[in-house]
């Protein structure tokens, strides 16, 4: 799976305080942090998410895999929840391309992640039967 892409966007977060079963709040843009494993899990887990221009499109599946395509050739990752981040390893054409932690966050049909090694902000949008 490749959840990098293009696009670096520097985010200024306010953290709310929330219940342990409540995703965290960011950001007035109406985002919510996905903070826990299970909220990923019943959020995530299992739909498809694809970038505006269509060169990026993945699953990721409850196994802890991601399959997909970028620009044509296909992608994959090994996936977990560690610290509340999600981080992959990706794949692409069957080669590794390097671990990442992500934190992800929700707004209705799109899926934001922010890499926390090298500063990008993506956002895809839900593409299978809501």
Do not use: H
Not at 7 to 17: D, F, I, N, P
Not at 47 to 58: E, L
């Amino acid at each position: 799976m490749k959840l990098i892409a293009t696009g670096a966007v520097a985010a200024a977060l306010l953290v709310a305080a929330c219940t342990p079963d409540q995703p965290v709040t960011q950001e007035a843009n109406g985002f919510v942090e996905i903070a826990t494993a299970e909220q990923f899990r019943n959020l995530v887990v299992g739909r498809t998410y694809g970038s505006a221009d269509g060169r990026v499109i993945f699953q990721v599946r409850a196994d802890g895999t991601s399959t997909g395509t970028a620009n044509g050739n296909p992608i994959s990752s090994q996936w977990n929840w560690n610290d509340g981040k999600f981080c992959r390893t990706n794949f692409v054409n069957g080669v590794e391309r390097g671990t990442d932690c992500l934190r992800a966050f929700l707004r209705g049909d799109e899926l934001r992640v922010e890499s926390l090694t090298t500063d990008r902000i993506v956002t895809y949008t839900r593409i299978d039967d809501v």
